[in-house]
């Protein structure tokens, strides 16, 4: 599994997998309710922070997985992500409700999941519980698999699209 280190400023919510694994542990260890929310977040639009903001009301420590900038371009295309991977992170950091901020490079968050255990996994209203593809992970410790979020109004396809149409 390759991981990105801490590579942003001091400070930072990114955080090396075992890191997170470690204050995951820690949290539920004392109690309390860990979630991971996972996504590309390119071109940050209101539907993340939506998203985010309900992922973290499931809990009370939400570790955010971000697909890094190889794995975007393996499930989008070779023209994503639009916004690279630090100045994602450096986004998503600097919203209140996201405490923790993981990358990962491969195709799902499932090794990601192994290594937190997290209570929840939060996934957009693009899933039902039943499309999510790591439920079956998330159940092998118990854990709970829910959808949150607004409806699914707002994608970075659909606003890229509105870009090319306006300034074309």
Do not use: Q
Request: proline share 5%; charged share 25%; aromatic share 4%.
């Amino acid at each position: 599994m390759s991981v990105h280190p801490m590579s942003v400023l001091p400070g930072s919510k990114l955080i090396s997998l075992e890191e997170a694994r470690v204050i995951a542990e820690g949290a539920r260890g004392a109690g309390r309710r860990v979630v991971v929310a996972n996504g590309a977040f390119d071109m940050l639009h209101v539907g993340h922070a939506r998203y985010l903001a309900a992922a973290r009301a499931a809990g009370d420590v939400l570790f955010v997985a971000v697909n890094s900038d190889a794995s975007v371009r393996a499930s989008k295309g070779p023209l994503r992500p639009v916004v690279p991977e630090a100045e994602r992170v450096e986004l998503l950091a600097n919203l209140d409700c996201v405490d923790w901020i993981v990358l990962f490079d491969e195709p799902t968050v499932a090794e990601v999941l192994r290594a937190l255990k997290p209570h929840v996994h939060a996934k957009g209203t693009d899933y039902t519980v039943e499309t999510v593809p790591e439920r079956a992970v998330v159940a092998e410790w118990g854990g709970e698999t829910v959808i949150c979020g607004d409806p699914k109004e707002h994608a970075t396809t659909d606003l890229v699209a509105e870009i090319l149409k306006r300034f074309r």
